[in-house]
C-alpha cells in the first residue's frame, strides 16, 4: 500500500475518533442550555374522577363567610330549611323529620338573600334587623351566608331546663336541624373552619323557667354547662370559631321596670341576681372550653354596658325614653316589653362581628 493512502486512511479515522469524542462532550460544554426532564403525562380516563385536593388553594378557595347561629327569640330569623321538624319530647331525638316535597322547597342564603329565607329583614322580635341579620348584611367585609337556627322560647337542653312551650326547639335539637342542613358541608355551603363562625346566645328562658323555684342554682349551673358539651359536637363537627354571647340586664326591660316600684317579694333583685349568676358561669365555662380546644377561636362577648347606656341615654339613641315601646323596632329602645328594637340589636351586631371576624 502506498504512503499517501496509509496517510488518507489515518486523517479518515482521526475526523471519524474526533467527531464522536465533540458529540459527547457536547453536554458537559460551558453555556449550553440544560435540558429539562421528560415529565410523563396521564390521561384521564372517563371512567375516573380527579381527586380533590385535602386543603383548597388560593384560586379555589371561597369568598364567602358563614355564620351560624343559635339561639332564642333574640336571635331568631324565622329561617326555615328543606326539613321540617315535629317536636315529640324534650330529647335531642325527640323530633320526627319529613323532607319538603320539591315544590315546596325554600332558598338556601345566597348573595340575592344572606339570610335564604325569609326576606330580609326576616321575622325577628326586634320588629326589624336583629343583630345577626346586621352581621350578614352590614357587618361584614365580604359575602356571609347567615344560617340562623335560634327559635322563640328555646331553652339550652330541654332535659335540663324544660321549655315553657312544647314545640320549641333546644339547641341540643337545633344542633341536629345543622347537621342536616349543612354540616356535611353541601356544595351550595362549602364551609371550612376558617371562614365559619358559631354564635350561641341562650339563657333567657332557663332563667325565666328556674328564677323562683328551689333548686335554682344547681339547674342553672348544669344548664350553662350544657351549652359546652353541645358546642363540642359543633367543633367535632369542625367548627373552629365560637361566640358565646351573655344574657342582657333583664331587670333594665320595660316588663320589669313596670314591676319595681310594686315589688314586694324582691322579685327584681332576684333576676338581677341570677343573670348575673348565669354570665359569671358563662364566663368561667368560656374559658375552660378554650383552654380545652387551643387550636380554636372562643370568645364571651358582653352586652350589659350596651343595654345600660342605651337606658341611661335614650335620646343617644333617637328614643324619647328609656321604656316606651315601638313595635316596628325603630322609634324606642324596645319592640315589646320584653326584646329590643333595632338600635340596641345594630350595636350588638358591631360588637359580635368584631368578635367574631376582628
Avoid at 20 to 46: C, D, E, M, S, T
Avoid at 84 to 105: A, F, I, S
Avoid at 333 to 353: C, D, F, M, Y
Amino acid at each position: 500500500m502506498s504512503q499517501d493512502k496509509v496517510s488518507a486512511r489515518l486523517l479518515r479515522t482521526a475526523v471519524f475518533i474526533t467527531g464522536i469524542l465533540v458529540f459527547l462532550a457536547l453536554p458537559f460544554l460551558p453555556g449550553r442550555p440544560k435540558q429539562n426532564g421528560v415529565k410523563p403525562v396521564r390521561i384521564l380516563l372517563h371512567s375516573e374522577e380527579p381527586h380533590e385536593p385535602n386543603e383548597p388553594n388560593e384560586s379555589n378557595a371561597p369568598n364567602e363567610r358563614f355564620l351560624v347561629a343559635f339561639g332564642d327569640s333574640y336571635s331568631r330569623s324565622g329561617f326555615r330549611t328543606n326539613y321540617t321538624y315535629t317536636r315529640t319530647g324534650p330529647g335531642v331525638d325527640d323530633m320526627q323529620r319529613t323532607e319538603r316535597p320539591k315544590g315546596d322547597r325554600v332558598d338556601a342564603p345566597s348573595a340575592l338573600n344572606p339570610i335564604g329565607n325569609p326576606a330580609l329583614p326576616g321575622n325577628t322580635s326586634s320588629g326589624g334587623n336583629n343583630w345577626a341579620t346586621y352581621m350578614a348584611t352590614e357587618f361584614n367585609t365580604t359575602l356571609t351566608l347567615a344560617y340562623i337556627f335560634a327559635r322563640s322560647a328555646a331553652v339550652v337542653d330541654a332535659e335540663v331546663i324544660p321549655s315553657r312551650s312544647k314545640s320549641s326547639f333546644s339547641f341540643a335539637q337545633q344542633i341536629v336541624h345543622f347537621q342536616d342542613a349543612i354540616g356535611h358541608r353541601p356544595h351550595y355551603a362549602a364551609w371550612t373552619a376558617n371562614n365559619i363562625v358559631a354564635t350561641v346566645w341562650f339563657g333567657f328562658n332557663d332563667l325565666s323557667v328556674v328564677s323562683h323555684k328551689g333548686g335554682q342554682a344547681r339547674a342553672l349551673a348544669a344548664a350553662n354547662r350544657r351549652i359546652f358539651d353541645l358546642s363540642q359536637i359543633l367543633y367535632d363537627t369542625g367548627i373552629r370559631n365560637f361566640v358565646f354571647i351573655e344574657v342582657p340586664p333583664k331587670e333594665l326591660f320595660p316588663s320589669h321596670q313596670a314591676k319595681k316600684s310594686n315589688d314586694t317579694h324582691h322579685r327584681y333583685e332576684m333576676v338581677a341576681y341570677v343573670v348575673n349568676r348565669w354570665n359569671s358561669l358563662l364566663r368561667q365555662n368560656t374559658i375552660r372550653f378554650r383552654k380545652a380546644h387551643p387550636d380554636a377561636k372562643v370568645a364571651c362577648v358582653e352586652v350589659w354596658d350596651i343595654f345600660y347606656e342605651a337606658f341611661l341615654r335614650p335620646q343617644s339613641l333617637g328614643a324619647p325614653n328609656s321604656t316606651c315601646l315601638d313595635p316596628s323596632g325603630k322609634g324606642c329602645l324596645w319592640s315589646n316589653t320584653a326584646h329590643p328594637g333595632e338600635k340596641i340589636h345594630q350595636l350588638i351586631g358591631a360588637r359580635v362581628a368584631e368578635e367574631a371576624w376582628g
